[in-house]
């Protein structure tokens, strides 16, 4: 079974409340910036780098602390896929966002509504965990 390994980065803004970027995907979902890790890249410079494809978004800081791993099936062309993502938080002061053409469309949503937004149920996890890690280190607004 072909296996796929990919970046990402739950982002989010303080406005005062966190809001969290989410891209909506030509397929119809909603999730957060990822791509696959490219020869002689670690998984935050994938990350990095996906997200100023994905978004424009270049001026990021990672939280320490926060780095989660998703494993899962999904079917392409009927092919079966083992897809690994690796996901990490990070917070920016960019609000402005130039979506590249594998998205529809983006909004900045504070917690309650990204996790409603959110299609797949282990994306709900991720931001859920990305959240307590937020509260864990400094009270938020």
């Known amino acids: 079974m072909p296996r796929e390994i990919s970046a990402g980065v739950i982002l989010f803004r303080r406005t005062p409340e966190p809001s969290?970027?989410?891209?909506?995907?030509?397929?119809?979902?909603?999730?957060f910036p990822k791509g696959h890790i490219e020869s002689?890249?670690?998984a935050q410079q994938t990350a990095t780098r996906e997200l100023k494809e994905e978004t424009g978004v270049s001026e990021l800081s990672f939280i320490d602390g926060y780095k989660q791993t998703l494993r899962y099936f999904f079917r392409q062309k009927g092919v079966g896929i083992f897809k690994i993502v690796i996901y990490f938080l990070a917070e920016t002061d960019q609000s402005e966002v130039t979506l590249s053409h594998e998205h529809i469309g983006f909004d900045w949503l504070p917690y309650d509504l990204a996790m409603s937004r959110l299609t797949f149920k282990n994306s709900q996890d991720l931001l859920a965990k990305a959240q307590a890690r937020l509260r864990a280190i400094r009270p938020l607004t």
């Open 20 to 31: 969290y970027l989410l891209l909506h995907y030509e397929s119809g979902h909603w999730d």
């Open 40 to 42: 002689g890249e670690d």
